[in-house]
């Protein structure tokens, strides 16, 4: 069974801090890691996304960092805002395949 | 806008009932999904479906069933075998061989009583 695993499950930060969520891969055949933002009663989005020729990739907050050796990407948001509190997933795919295998959630609430 | 369209939001039904799930795409995607949403459990894939007239079970498709007839539609039936119906149901569909362009639907809570 591919997996993904995601932690923590919840996650609660002051305003203007580091939201840290981590996740670790087994298959070594995936190649694509996106991480999801979900808020409540919607679909999940596309945050942002990374693939293992690179160790980080960074947009305005948001940055995955990625260790191809240790099997792990973790998602990092800087000065975290309440707007950000919503529901984080990680996922995985191999080349090619279009199945995306999610992690099981973070919940993040960033408080004043 | 191109988008997925998912309805209806919400879906009362009572137990023994089959109920099917609306899920309609213009995005010209070729490929389609069904998750069924938990809370403390994630995404969990149920059906999916790479081409027009097939498609794959994924990991928890006991109790569910789908057709795909049309590019643009993938209903999802909740049959009376399901032992636990009640869930946040997601669509998506993405381009074949391009998970970047993976949608998500805004999905339908569905409560069996």
């Known amino acids: 069974q591919q997996q993904v695993k995601q932690s923590p499950q919840s996650l609660i930060v002051q305003k203007g801090g580091i939201s840290i969520i981590n996740c670790a891969y087994e298959?070594?055949?995936?190649?694509?890691f996106p991480w999801y933002q979900q808020f409540p009663g919607k679909g999940p989005a596309l945050l942002i996304a990374i693939r293992p020729d690179v160790s980080e990739k960074k947009e305005g907050r948001f940055t995955i960092s990625f260790n191809k050796s240790a099997k792990q990407f973790s998602l990092h948001i800087m000065d975290s805002q309440p707007g950000d509190s919503a529901t984080y997933f990680c996922?995985?795919?191999?080349?090619?395949?279009?199945?995306?295998?999610f992690g099981t959630g973070t919940q993040l609430k960033v408080e004043l | 806008d191109g988008g997925i369209t998912q309805s209806p939001k919400y879906l009362f039904r009572k137990e023994g009932q089959n109920v099917t799930l609306s899920c309609e795409q213009n995005?010209?995607?070729?490929?389609m999904y069904w998750y069924r949403q938990d809370p403390g459990q994630g995404l969990r894939l149920i059906y999916y479906s790479q081409i027009v007239n097939d498609f794959q079970k994924g990991d928890i498709a006991e109790g569910y069933s789908v057709s795909r007839e049309k590019k643009e539609s993938f209903p999802l039936t909740v049959t009376s075998a399901q032992k636990n119906p009640t869930a946040f149901y997601l669509c998506?569909?993405?381009?074949?061989?391009?998970?970047?362009?993976?949608?998500f639907g805004s999905g339908t809570r569905l409560t069996v009583v």
């Open positions: 998506a569909s993405s381009p074949r061989g391009n998970n970047y362009g993976y949608t």
């Open positions: 996922a995985a795919s191999m080349r090619g395949g279009n199945k995306l295998t």
């Open positions: 298959n070594t055949a995936f190649d694509y």
């Open positions: 995005l010209n995607h070729d490929a």
